[in-house]
């Protein structure tokens, strides 16, 4: 939820923007209907369901959502709206029963008040006194349909598949070789030893899976024999396509197997496929693959963690020439998105098979998996993964790229604390783009233009970044021990590539080229004339105030 001064710093943002630009999962925005007061109330009610439903937030009342202009879009409420009247008719009107707190806040605009609704998360899924809802998933309110209201089931932990008894019993259930293997791969990831030495009811007693002398989904998932298996999840199994272009494949094996030695496999037909390269330093040699195994390995977990199990359909690993892709059925639940899955709390959809796995150290309840992955690929110099969602399905894919050797020796010469894995995502950006403004590494590195300011000053502190310029117009680049060779001592294609970016910022002045780029006046007005040559650039303007500009496609077609 937002404070009230964040929602004072949020409204002085309408002078160059629009409100619906600020909303997210935890914040809308909402006109008051002046001319009914039953419909404004209702407006009030459904968004109280809506935020309950969605994990809680922040609902601020009087403002127009798509109206740019501070003075245009605070509108206000009525100074004869009751607070204590919309509390009341909240709770009246929901089931179970929503008790938001609302603040008032003063504006010199419109009727000069606005109201801010903070609704806490509360038991979902809540609905109006007729059984209606909906529920928020990103900027949205969704109807509660049933799908809907079942992700609010995992969500809450009200269900769990993994968690339901099944009737069968342990000698006929359970594989000797997949518990064998569940032990060995908790070993390697040193879990804790009495847990392990444990004969095989106790230690799945103490996993959660065997509960009153029953197994669990989990147990099975665990440790369970193919035949059982097949009987307690149709429709499962895990799929290796080894592909040689989108249609063809050379190499398949699909089999139904328990998840510890599902891992074991896919990470054996992966090695064949994951080429190691060799990098010499002084005495030592270190080898690196080309898709990091910790990575690999965190991507296969999470896979087999957040599979709907309840959907008939595979965990598969599509293995490409330039890149390698693993997917699971079962979308995103409790809010999680691509853009922010690096730093929402953590929510399992199978609690006791997440339970099960972290005590065995396999998993981390802590969200920490897919930081790991995005580390093991920035350090070595390498593209971030891609974390998507199609339909009820999600898909992480890694992009074959080059280990940048002498970066990743950079990174392991650099004083504690290591870099967070946010800098690591905004040092990829400028490394991507060595001038850039906040804008650009916002959207380079997905993370918010507030989060980039925050992380820019980290990096400036331990001068492994440095600014030009002030205000909107300032540029960042590396420096310290990231910093690359000089500009002056590129080749020129790389040199005329650095002016176009600049240009495609912003026109600039030959002053201000020369002070971003370290050219003297000379380099820098050939490269500008070979650009305008090539139909890139173009220069406007004479004397002090001339002003060199990126071409538009158009004008370079001409």
């Known amino acids: 939820m937002r404070s009230r001064r964040d929602i004072e710093a949020l409204l002085e943002e309408l002078e160059h923007g629009i409100a619906d630009d600020l909303e997210d999962q935890d914040l809308d925005f909402k006109q008051w209907d002046t001319k009914s007061r039953d419909k404004a109330v209702k407006k009030v009610v459904e968004m109280a369901i809506c935020m309950a439903n969605g994990g809680g937030g922040t609902v601020v009342f009087g403002v127009a959502d798509r109206i740019s202009g501070r003075e245009q879009a605070v ?40 109201l801010i609704m903070q609704v806490h998360p509360g038991m979902p899924p809540h609905t109006d006194t007729k059984g209606g809802g909906t529920v928020r998933i990103g900027k949205d309110c ?62 799945l007693e103490a996993l959660g ?51 510890p030695s599902a891992i074991a496999r896919l990470e054996e037909l992966s090695r064949a496929y994951n080429p190691i390269s060799t990098v010499e330093r002084g005495m030592y040699h270190f080898e690196y693959r080309d898709y990091p195994e910790i990575a690999l390995r965190e991507a296969l ?9 309840r959907l008939h359909g595979p965990v598969m690993v599509k293995w490409y020439a330039d890149k390698v892709e693993i997917s699971n059925g079962g979308g995103f639940i409790a809010g999680i998105r691509p853009d922010n ?18 005590r065995l150290r396999l998993v981390n309840r802590s969200n920490l998996g897919v930081a790991r992955m995005f580390d093991a690929f920035l350090v070595e110099g390498k593209h971030p993964p891609l974390i998507r969602e199609f339909g009820e399905s999600i898909t992480v894919t890694f992009l074959r790229s080059s280990l940048d050797a002498e970066f990743r020796h950079r990174i392991a010469q650099l004083d504690d604390p290591p870099l967070t894995t946010d800098q690591l995502l905004v040092v990829h950006a400028l490394r991507r783009h060595p001038l850039a403004d906040r804008d650009t590494i916002a959207w380079e590195s997905q993370l918010s233009k507030r989060r980039v300011e925050e992380v820019l000053k980290a990096l400036a502190k331990r001068h492994l970044a440095s600014a030009t310029g002030e205000g909107e117009g300032q540029l960042w680049r590396l420096a310290g021990a990231f910093q690359s060779a000089p500009l002056t ?11 176009l970016e600049l240009l495609q910022q912003g026109p600039c002045s030959i002053s201000q080229l020369m002070e971003l780029t370290g050219l003297n006046r000379s380099a820098t007005k050939r490269q500008l004339n070979e650009l305008r040559q090539q139909g890139l650039a173009r220069l406007e303007g004479k004397g002090p105030a001339a002003r060199w500009h990126a071409s538009e496609p158009e004008l370079a077609r001409d």
């Open 489 to 499: 001592a590129q080749d020129p294609e790389t040199q005329r590539e650095t002016l």
């Open 341 to 358: 899955i690096l730093h929402h709390p953590p929510a399992a959809r199978n609690p006791c098979l997440v339970e099960a796995l972290t």
């Open 301 to 309: 977990m999470n896979a087999f963690c957040h599979t709907d199990y």
């Open 75 to 114: 509108l206000g409420v009525p100074p004869e709206v009751d607070v204590n009247v919309l509390k009341r008719a909240v709770y009246d009107q929901t089931d179970p029963h929503i008790t938001p707190v609302f603040e008032e806040l003063h504006v010199p605009e419109g009727t000069g008040r606005v």
């Open 209 to 259: 899976v065997l509960r009153k002398g029953k197994l669990t989904r989990a147990a099975i998932l665990l440790c369970g024999n193919e035949a059982t298996l097949r009987e307690v999840f149709p429709g499962f199994y895990w799929l290796f396509l080894a592909m040689r272009s989108d249609t063809h494949y050379d190499n398949r094996e699909d089999r139904v197997s328990a998840i």
């Open 142 to 203: 969704q109807p509660l349909t049933g799908t809907l209201r079942r992700k609010i089931g995992v969500e809450t932990g009200e269900t769990d598949y993994t968690a339901e008894s099944v009737s069968v019993t342990f000698q006929d259930a359970i594989s000797n070789v997949a518990l064998e293997s569940l032990r060995q791969m908790a070993k390697e990831q040193d879990a804790p030893g009495d847990l392990l030495r444990r004969d095989d009811r106790k230690l």
